[in-house]
């Protein structure tokens, strides 16, 4: 079957640059100065600059119609290389054509930009260097052909995908391979005394290094010659439940938004990273008021989780951390492992940490520090820097080490690692023992 | 992409800036200001716009533009009439629109794809010439004669190449999008 061919796209309207403008401008204050005084001489210097812009855009452009955009993003940590194509029958005004790639905030060139032009493709090259963790939607980049003189131009039709990009710290990645404690039966689920404290079988793995005796399945074992160990539904699923603290402080709303960026990245990973392994994870933000995603599993469970996360705004107003902690009684069982995100640097009746802890969670708190954000910022000589960093630090330290006796805490300042908030998940408490 | 492509060749030539230069000096010399001020205006004009666009905040941009248009203005509004300095003064505004293709954030050869726009507006400045040469009256006819000859070239190529529409405002590469910051992304 011969599929009829699609027409090309219309191209889009020619606009004037700034630079249009303002040539037309000079050259009809040159005219009217000319006829004021009877004078040609302005007059002669005012034609060009007259004609220009209307000729400009009737110029080079009329083939071109549309181009479509490849773009993927890779790199690890901190580094992202963004690469892309713009194919389409670009003739020779490709040369003219520009690609405006939108930076996320906190982004820096790690090296020039790269681009490559053919009749049939513009390839490019980017690569950046994340300050901190974030998670965006880079929206599509600008394209537009503009004419050589730079007074008229026009956008180019085609395909234009988004570019999610997520960065988050490499040693989340591990965090999967933690087995957070089970702390909630689950729905329907009836503990047997009979069945011990693994719980109902689940099926057959392959035996590891330094396992029990007693969980080597010895009847399959002989069957399959190979050692195999039991999996029980228990062993399965633990239980966390992420709280995400976007209510407004007293850091002002650009370090508010870069603060919650950064937390925003480092819930998204650490959800990743435990869901890919059926931990039951649940996802609370509190502003104003509580917003929650229950407990749960799978595919959809963390679709549904993850766009959560990627909502999360701050908020104008700030509710009060009581309201958090009913709301979370409400929503949550107790005894859910509770990780709670959150910068807190305002006086301790703000902080949500205790007021969760009373209502029967255990809380660890990741708090993303505001430090190296606003480090140099204060317009202090160079020599007095490291003292005031010093001094903001040890203030810090002192009132997040009050927390300690609600839980534990993580300052975290070196954002590109998690590794203090995976050592302390590694411990008992909130480690299923197996 | 195969290996490191070689660093890309960009526009602002020095012989379109030279050409500019001498085009607003010889206007600046035949025009009507005492001693050398003529080319001293044309030069510092189109130096303080060259370094502009080069060096100064925001390069490329259109005030960049403004100190070239102002000497060109000085220098074309103090100028006597007179058949060499009306072909002088065309000569400078083309000269002017040959350096703003030759710009330095653009790929170079700006001036030679620029040759489609540059041309007919050459053939006006060289048609306007050619009648006042063959115009026989006095200088503020002559004058009148070539306002209405420049404003018949411009509505025709405003008919020819249609109504333009207004550039929407958008942020330049450099700058960071707020739409893409991390807190607004998604």
Redesign the interface.
């Known amino acids: 079957m011969i599929e009829a061919e699609h027409p090309p796209p219309l191209p889009g309207?020619?606009?004037?640059?700034?630079?249009?403008?303002?040539?037309v401008a000079?050259g009809a204050?040159?005219?009217a100065?000319?006829?004021a005084?009877?004078?040609?001489?302005?007059?002669?210097?005012?034609?060009?600059?007259?004609?220009?812009?209307?000729?400009?855009?009737?110029?080079?452009s009329r083939q071109l119609s549309g181009a479509d955009l490849e773009w993927q993003a890779s790199g690890l940590g901190p580094d992202v290389t963004i690469?892309g194509a713009l194919r389409g029958n670009l003739g020779s005004s490709a040369?003219?054509i520009?690609v405006?790639?939108?930076?996320?905030?906190?982004?820096t060139d790690a090296e020039?930009a790269?681009?490559?032009r053919d009749p049939t493709a513009i390839?490019f090259?980017l690569r950046w260097r994340l300050s901190?963790p974030?998670?965006?939607?880079?929206?599509p980049p600008?394209i537009v052909w503009?004419?050589?003189?730079?007074?008229?131009?026009r956008p180019l039709d085609g395909a234009r995908p988004s570019l999610?990009?997520e960065r988050y710290p490499p040693s989340l990645h591990r965090l999967g391979s933690i087995r957070p404690a089970r702390t909630t039966t689950l729905p329907g689920e009836v503990h047997s005394r009979v069945l011990g404290a693994s719980g109902e079988f689940f099926g057959l793995r392959e035996a590891t290094a330094g396992e029990p005796p007693r969980t080597i399945n010895w009847r399959a074992t002989a069957r399959a010659g190979r050692l195999l160990a039991n999996d029980y539904r228990i062993d399965r699923t633990g239980d966390l439940l992420i709280v995400l603290d976007v209510r407004p402080t007293s850091l002002g709303p650009d370090t508010d938004?870069?603060l919650?960026?950064?937390a925003?990245?480092a819930a998204h990973g650490i959800a990743e990273s435990l869901l890919r392994e059926k931990t039951r994870t649940g996802f609370a933000s509190f502003g104003e008021f509580l917003t929650t995603v229950p407990l749960s599993t799978g595919r959809g469970h963390r679709i549904r989780i993850l766009r959560a996360i990627?909502?999360a705004?701050?908020e104008e107003i700030a509710g009060p951390a009581m309201r958090c902690a009913l709301g979370l009684r409400r929503s949550y069982p107790r005894g859910v492992t509770t990780l709670v995100v959150s910068s807190w640097t305002e006086d301790p009746s703000f902080n949500l940490v205790p007021y969760i802890q009373r209502q029967g969670f255990p809380v660890v708190l990741l708090s993303p520090s505001p430090l190296p954000m606003r480090a140099r910022t204060g317009g202090l000589d160079p020599a007095d820097e490291p003292l005031a960093e010093r001094l903001e630090r040890l203030e810090r330290r002192t009132r997040l080490s009050e927390l300690w006796v609600h839980g534990p805490v993580v300052d975290w300042e070196d954002f590109w690692t998690l590794e203090p908030l995976s050592r302390i998940m590694r411990r008992p408490p909130y480690r299923r023992i197996s | 992409m195969k290996g490191p492509s070689p660093p890309p060749v960009r526009g602002g030539g020095l012989a379109t800036t030279v050409l500019f230069g001498a085009a607003a000096c010889f206007l600046g010399l035949l025009g009507g200001l005492p001693l050398l001020l003529g080319p001293v205006v044309g030069a510092l004009g189109v130096f303080a716009s060259t370094a502009w666009r080069t060096h100064g905040k925001g390069r490329g941009g259109t005030v960049a533009l403004v100190p070239a248009l102002l000497a060109l203005a000085i220098l074309a509004g103090t100028s006597p009439v007179a058949p060499s300095t009306d072909l002088f003064a065309g000569l400078a505004g083309l000269a002017f629109l040959l350096w703003i293709a030759d710009d330095p954030a653009r790929p170079a050869g700006g001036g030679r794809r620029a040759m489609p726009t540059i041309a007919p507006a050459a053939l006006g400045v060289g048609l306007a010439w050619a009648i006042t040469l063959a115009l026989v009256g006095q200088p503020e006819e002559v004058g009148l004669a070539g306002g209405l000859l420049a404003a018949a070239l411009v509505l025709l190529a405003f008919l020819v190449s249609g109504l333009p529409r207004r550039a929407p405002a958008h942020p330049r590469n450099a700058q960071p999008v707020r739409g893409a910051s991390p807190h607004d992304g998604v």
């Open positions: 309207p020619v606009h004037w640059t700034r630079r249009a403008y303002l040539l000079f204050g040159l005219l100065l000319a006829v005084f009877r004078d040609a001489v302005p007059l002669f210097a005012g034609i060009p600059l007259l004609l220009a812009p209307f000729l400009a855009g009737s110029q080079g690469t040369v003219d520009s405006e790639v939108p930076k996320p905030l906190g982004a020039p790269r681009f490559e390839r090259a901190e974030s998670i965006v939607t880079l929206p600008r503009r004419d050589p003189l730079g007074l008229t131009e999610p990009l938004d870069r919650l960026g950064v925003r990245a990627k909502a705004r701050r």
